[in-house]
């Protein structure tokens, strides 16, 4: 049972950065889609980032392409999610997500097994 768990967010004012991190309690799979979400209140779970490390492919939504960047630590089992020019929409629980069978990779939850607990961002305007 992978286990992952979220750090990292926090309270800042618009135009700010933030960096997410995701600890992963096994090695970092190259087979295996990763990928960070997003809920805000009353809103669906979106996917917001996610990498497949086996051939580099990377996928971003595009509310969120040109200011995030998705990234990972191999030999630490850490997932990172940099966040910049950070906005009030992007205020949510964050989480980190790994796929459930090899070989898809994109940004559908239902694709993913395994999941954290979360992290809070609060964007002020």
């Known amino acids: 049972q992978v286990q992952l768990v979220e750090s990292g967010g926090g309270s800042v004012q618009a135009g700010g950065s933030l960096r997410l991190s995701c600890s992963a309690s096994e090695s970092i799979v190259d087979t295996y889609c990763l990928a960070w979400f997003r809920q805000a209140d009353g809103k669906e779970r979106e996917g917001v980032a996610s990498t497949y490390p086996y051939n580099g492919d990377i996928y971003y939504s595009d509310s969120v392409k040109g200011r995030f960047t998705i990234s990972r630590d191999s030999a630490k089992n850490i997932l990172y999610l940099q966040m910049d020019n950070l906005k009030p929409e992007d205020t949510a629980r964050y989480y980190c997500?790994?796929?459930?069978?090899?070989?898809?990779?994109?940004?559908?939850?239902?694709?993913?097994?395994?999941w954290g607990q979360g992290t809070q961002v609060t964007v002020a305007s």
């Open positions: 997500a790994r796929g459930g069978k090899p070989g898809y990779c994109g940004l559908t939850a239902k694709f993913f097994a395994f």
